[in-house]
């Protein structure tokens, strides 16, 4: 199957994918502040540059995108039917990058969460898989 866009047109559309600020990004930071829990956006100089950061708690946050992280559901799945090896090489380094971030995040001792941006699309999933961060943070909170 050949590609339904020019080079000059996908090159454009994959320049327009953003790296923070996602729409997936913006639902998990809604929820969570209008719960009343603060955090801090895009880690700098922490492994990964975790999407939020609970400094006090020492916990993160990354909402993972289903594609780019090749996450198991149906969003997660497709491959790309042109330059193929590309994608997949690009995919599966994304992969193991998570791989050794979460590690050496967790090595300084932070506690890692994660979410997919699968899980945002439905407002009470989201909260379900919210539910263990929401959990230790109030846990934390109260130890204080």
Not at 128 to 142: E, G
């Amino acid at each position: 199957m050949t590609d339904v866009h020019t080079s000059a047109q996908r090159s454009y559309n994959m320049s327009r994918i953003r790296g923070v600020h996602t729409a997936p990004e913006m639902r998990v930071r809604k929820l969570l502040h209008g719960m009343g829990l603060r955090y801090r956006l895009h880690g700098k100089g922490m492994p990964g540059k975790p999407d939020l950061v609970f400094p006090r708690a020492r916990a993160v946050l990354f909402v993972h995108g289903c594609f780019w992280h090749m996450h198991r559901c149906k969003y997660g799945k497709p491959v790309p039917a042109t330059n193929t090896t590309f994608w997949a090489e690009k995919r599966r380094s994304n992969v193991e990058r998570d791989k050794r971030n979460r590690a050496a995040l967790k090595a300084d001792g932070w506690r890692v969460f994660e979410i997919w941006e699968c899980h945002s699309r439905d407002p009470e999933k989201l909260i379900t898989k919210l539910d263990p961060l929401i959990r230790f943070l109030r846990a934390y909170s109260t130890c204080l």
